[in-house]
């Protein structure tokens, strides 16, 4: 009997000594993990700001979404259409275009003077324009200059080279 308790309480010591090194383990694995990235980051010079967004991104890995209401212009796109069909699909700046999986000629329409500062859907306020064109229209102002229509044309200056661009 009495190596039976002797047994029980050296598998009851056995035991609690599991139950401490896994509850130590919990405790002390993040430690270790912390220790290690941040010895990782600062080996190969990472900044400390970059180093907690990135991970501050990596915990937050699943999408987040926000309702937005939100008032636009209503597009007329039979007019950019039209447009399009009448002026040849075509980048009106270098005639650039490519061809869809759809079959189509790809180019975009911009409005010379925006929508959103009450520019008009009229065919005389827009221009025909490859991608890298329509980004400098709208991000390099100062390289871009669009002249007023005179007999359905307008002359057009990009990085001061002149461009005579056809609105009939």
């Not at 991000?139 to 002149?162: S, T």
């Amino acid at each position: 009997m009495e190596s039976y308790i002797l047994h029980v309480r050296s598998v009851k010591e056995s035991m609690s000594r599991e139950v401490i090194n896994t509850y130590q383990l919990e405790e002390i694995l993040p430690k270790i993990i912390d220790y290690e990235e941040e010895n990782y980051y600062n080996n190969i010079g990472v900044d400390s700001n970059l180093e907690k967004d990135l991970l501050e991104d990596l915990q937050m890995l699943d999408n987040k979404y926000k309702e937005i209401t939100k008032s636009v212009i209503i597009r007329y796109q039979k007019i950019v259409e039209h447009i399009k069909q009448t002026r040849g699909r075509k980048c009106q700046i270098c005639q650039y275009s490519f061809i869809m999986d759809n079959g189509n000629e790809y180019c975009e329409a911009h409005h010379i003077q925006y929508l959103s500062k009450n520019g008009s859907q009229s065919s005389d306020n827009v221009i025909l324009l490859c991608p890298n064109h329509h980004r400098m229209f709208h991000y390099a102002h100062d390289a871009v200059f669009v002249d007023d229509l005179v007999d359905g044309k307008r002359k057009v200056l990009i990085e001061n080279v002149e461009h005579l661009i056809d609105f009939s």
